[in-house]
């Protein structure tokens, strides 16, 4: 057996290089899938809503409050901690040594952001699972970033711009859904025709919706550093709920909270089909 740079058989090297890859590749599907939980939960909440049956925030706290009400809810809670925590990783992963498209410095960087958001929602799912903290509403924490920022040296043109780029990622989210560029993140060859057929309506109606809802969200936050009012920004249930008081009623709401749900099982679809490299 030819041996390595340091002696060591270079067969053992690939082999704990090739373990490395597969527990990468099954921390990235733990983590699609608790995003799929997450998006599911939070469409569901929106739909109550939406025919007025339901009270709770249609964001990520509303659905781990949702978690936490159900049998074995605290052990499932942990669950989605370990799912987030495999996606904060292998999006790491894929910043510091992605391959491929993955490899150029602009998808490093996106990946690298990805990782912190994802590290930052396993922190706080741990903090709410522990009762310790992470309780606030995605509204309350859009306001109160939005004011600290906003008391910042040029606070109003950094909102402004933040709410123009989130604006421009839901355009951009959508736009991608349309022309089902998702797909060639997917085996697809590993499908069935009527799976695929699915497969790509959820892709192209849940990040449709996602786009819908960051557009949203991004124009709020232009209005508040217009404005220099914080309260005019809005999180994703306050985001969601103004959806219902456009001119075609509650029906917007519904589509898009249909279009969550649509994104929640396009998410369980990433998990099993995604190369994930």
Not at 13 to 41: K, S
Not at 59 to 88: C, E, I, K, N, S
């Amino acid at each position: 057996m030819a041996a390595g740079a340091h002696g060591r058989p270079a067969g053992r090297g690939v082999a704990a290089d090739d373990t490395a890859d597969r527990a990468l590749r099954w921390a990235g599907r733990a983590g699609f899938t608790a995003r799929g939980v997450v998006y599911v939960l939070v469409g569901y909440l929106a739909l109550r809503i939406a025919f007025g049956k339901g009270s709770d925030e249609a964001d990520r706290q509303g659905a781990l409050r949702t978690v936490a009400d159900q049998p074995l809810g605290r052990a499932v809670l942990w669950l989605l901690v370990a799912g987030f925590a495999g996606m904060a990783l292998w999006r790491a992963a894929s910043a510091a040594f992605g391959r491929g498209k993955d490899g150029k410095p602009g998808k490093r960087a996106l990946n690298a952001g990805r990782a912190f958001f994802y590290a930052a929602v396993c922190w706080g799912t741990a903090a709410f699972a522990l009762g310790s903290g992470g309780r606030s509403s995605s509204d309350d924490t859009s306001k109160d970033w939005t004011a600290s920022a906003l008391d910042l040296p040029a606070g109003r043109y950094l909102v402004g711009a933040a709410g123009l780029v989130l604006a421009g990622v839901g355009v951009g989210t959508a736009v991608r859904a349309l022309r089902r560029r998702f797909l060639e993140r997917l085996d697809t060859a590993a499908m069935g025709p009527r799976v695929r057929s699915a497969v790509t309506a959820c892709g192209v109606a849940g990040n449709t919706a996602r786009g819908i809802v960051f557009v949203a969200a991004g124009a709020f936050a232009v209005t508040a550093a217009v404005r220099f009012d914080p309260q005019r920004a809005k999180g994703l249930d306050d985001t969601l709920r103004s959806l219902a008081t456009t001119p075609v009623g509650p029906w917007l709401l519904v589509l898009t909270a249909v279009g969550l749900l649509l994104f929640g099982a396009f998410s369980f679809a990433s998990a099993r089909w995604r190369r994930l490299s």
